[in-house]
């Protein structure tokens, strides 16, 4: 009875060792076959291969366009601008002489230009000290023309006026008598254009 009790425990025993044998076996298989986890670090940041550059688009050209010239054209009008008006006088006359004043066009702009220089826009006009009118080119003898000159850049052109010597106004019905000795002041006008003042003085 005793020999057969010890066997009994001497096959459990190789079979407890059987068993727990199998079980590290295949707990060593299992760890072999299950693949190695990747590093923490690896996981987080890209290798280059991975990073991927932003195609770049190449700046568009600028286009700089020249200033369009804003100056007058050549062969156009001479306007107001483009010219010099003024007044040549003796500078002194006897009363009741007949002095020939000038009516002095300067084209002072950078290309040539036309103007009408006809008689009926061409003006002189005399004032007295107080600013009274005394006498006017076109108040009696009033004359037309037509001359479209074309006056090339710095180009003078004088324009003759003669005074009777004797008083006027515009509609001509007045007497006309010959202005006291004194100091005046003569004005030019080319149609819109406008000289400044020369004196005179008559005496």
């Given amino acids: 009875m005793l020999v057969v009790l ?11 060792v059987a ?12 760890g072999t076959a299950r693949p190695s986890e ?36 050549p062969g156009g009008p001479c306007t107001d601008d483009m ?14 002489s007949k002095p ?6 300067v084209n002072t702009s950078a290309v040539p230009c036309v103007r009408p220089l006809d008689k009926q826009v061409q003006e002189l006009v005399m004032v007295d000290a107080a600013g009274t009118r005394v006498w ?12 479209q000159r074309t006056l090339a850049p710095g180009e003078t052109v004088v324009l003759p006026l003669v005074w009777g010597g004797l008083t006027s106004e515009p509609t001509c019905t007045a007497p006309r008598v010959t202005p006291a000795p004194g100091a005046y ?12 003042d020369a004196p005179i003085v008559v005496g």
Avoid at 100 to 105: A, D, K
Avoid at 185 to 196: A, H
Wanted: charged content about 15%; hydrophobic content about 40%.
């Fill in 6 to 16: 010890l066997a009994v425990l001497g096959g459990s025993g190789w079979l407890l």
């Fill in 19 to 30: 068993l727990i044998g199998d079980r590290d076996g295949a707990a060593a298989a299992t």
């Fill in 38 to 73: 990747t590093p923490a670090l690896e996981r987080v940041v890209p290798t280059v291969s991975e990073v991927r550059t932003p195609a770049t688009t190449p700046p568009a050209p600028v286009v700089v366009s020249e200033p369009t010239p804003t100056g007058p054209a």
């Fill in 83 to 96: 010219i010099d008006l003024s007044v040549r006088t003796p500078g002194q006359v006897a009363v009741g």
């Fill in 100 to 105: 020939t004043f000038e009516l002095v066009v």
């Fill in 136 to 147: 006017g080119s076109n108040d009696c003898f009033p004359e037309t023309s037509s001359d």
């Fill in 185 to 196: 002041t003569v004005r030019g006008r080319l149609d819109t254009k406008v000289s400044g």
